[in-house]
């Protein structure tokens, strides 16, 4: 019993170990976060969309990149966007490649994960992400 | 391929200092530049920070739950090479209801990594975290039932199709795609 104790707390003070060595470049991403949501406003995030579906929807995954926070801002700002005119393919893809894509936490996942595991997941992620969005409008709209 | 429910050891050592350092270093000459846009980002961060404190700790707890009660060799043979389709089901599940930033969960992923997590299930996993349960409501809200349904799906069915595409990418290479930048 006591060394299964023992064996415990060591596998709790390996993981505590894990996340301890990985901390700064967690503490860096943190202040990168904190950066890119004061100085990117949803203003400047709005007025990169133009009106054309296809250009749209690519700016659409790009700005969902570089934009960091809650997934719930990313709704609101979302129907924003549709209530401004800009087409739901966009929004879609807005709202998707802000949940699976983030170049803020690209260094971290590259240390932890290897450079080229980080690029191939992202890429795919990217690309999916553009198929996912038109895909859900289209179904959607099939639909009603 | 390496025995992968052999754990190699492990040094301890700090990861992105020189990372850490440049952002303060970014810091600095911003708030020289935009003081009140700088002292806003760093409220952002300290607001970042309380919110994955918790979830750190959890990770904690899992991860060393995990490395207590589950056998290399089984979790190995569960979500290792010889995993069926049930591993899809646990990588997808697991990304459904995980919470918090991803990055919060990388040194838990990693250390499954280490004991033969394999990649496939790792970018499903990640990928699956799009879908938001909590959030859904909220999400009809504002696009609509039928939107709502269809990206719920379509992502869960994007995140199994990635992992696959990983796999074969991996299984192609043969000696393991991502060997040279492991350590």
New interface residues.
């Given amino acids: 019993m006591k060394s299964e104790e023992r064996?415990?707390r060591r596998?709790?003070?390996?993981?505590?170990?894990?996340?301890?060595?990985?901390?700064?470049?967690?503490?860096?991403?943190?202040?990168?976060?904190?950066?890119f949501?004061?100085?990117i406003t949803r203003e400047m995030l709005a007025s990169l969309f133009t009106g054309h579906a296809v250009h749209d929807t690519l700016i659409g995954t790009l700005a969902g990149m570089i934009a960091v926070g809650q997934?719930?801002v990313s709704?609101?700002l979302?129907?924003e966007l549709?209530g401004q005119g800009v087409s739901?393919y966009a929004?879609?893809a807005f709202i998707?490649a802000w949940?699976?894509l983030?170049v803020v936490?690209l260094?971290?996942?590259a240390?932890?994960?290897?450079?080229?595991?980080t690029l191939?997941?992202n890429l795919?992620?990217f690309l999916?992400t553009i198929?996912?969005?038109v895909?859900?409008?289209w179904?959607?709209q099939w639909?009603? | 391929m390496a025995d992968v429910t052999q754990k190699s050891p492990r040094r301890?050592?700090?990861?992105?200092?020189k990372?850490?350092g440049?952002?303060?270093a970014?810091?600095a000459a911003?708030f020289f530049w935009?003081e009140a846009?700088?002292l806003?980002?760093?409220?952002?961060?300290?607001e970042?920070?309380e919110e994955?404190v918790p979830i750190?700790f959890v990770?904690?707890?899992?991860?060393?739950?995990l490395?207590?009660w589950l056998d290399p060799k089984k979790l190995a043979r569960h979500l290792g090479e010889d995993a069926g389709w049930h591993a899809w089901l646990i990588a997808l599940g697991a990304g459904i209801l995980s919470h918090g930033?991803?990055?919060a969960w990388?040194?838990?992923?990693?250390?499954l990594?280490r004991h033969g997590l394999r990649?496939g299930y790792?970018?499903a996993f990640?990928?699956a975290?799009?879908v938001?349960v909590p959030?859904l409501p909220?999400?009809i809200y504002?696009?609509?039932w039928?939107?709502t349904?269809?990206?719920s799906l379509?992502?869960v069915l994007?995140a199994w199709?990635?992992g696959v595409?990983?796999e074969m990418?991996e299984r192609r290479s043969g000696r393991g795609?991502?060997s040279?930048?492991?350590e």
């Avoid at chain 1, 596998?11 to 950066?35: D, Q, T």
């Avoid at chain 2, 990770?59 to 739950?65: H, K, M, N, Q, S």
């Fill in positions: 064996s415990y596998s709790l003070k390996n993981a505590a170990l894990g996340i301890a060595a990985i901390l700064p470049m967690m503490l860096g991403i943190v202040g990168l976060v904190g950066v949501r004061a100085f997934a719930l709704y609101v979302g129907g549709l739901l929004v879609a998707l949940v699976t983030g936490q260094p971290l996942e240390e932890v994960f290897g450079i080229r595991f191939l997941r795919l992620a999916f198929v996912t969005a895909a859900s409008v179904s959607a639909l009603m | 301890f050592r700090l990861r992105g200092v990372f850490l440049g952002v303060l970014l810091y911003l935009r846009q700088t806003t980002a760093m409220r952002f961060a300290l970042v920070l994955i750190l990770v904690v707890f899992l991860a060393g739950a490395h207590y930033p991803m990055y990388y040194p838990m992923i990693e250390d990594r990649d790792i970018t990640f990928y975290r799009a938001k959030l909220m999400m504002y696009f609509g039928p939107f349904l269809f990206l379509y992502i994007a199709i990635q595409i990983v990418i795609f991502w040279e930048d492991e």
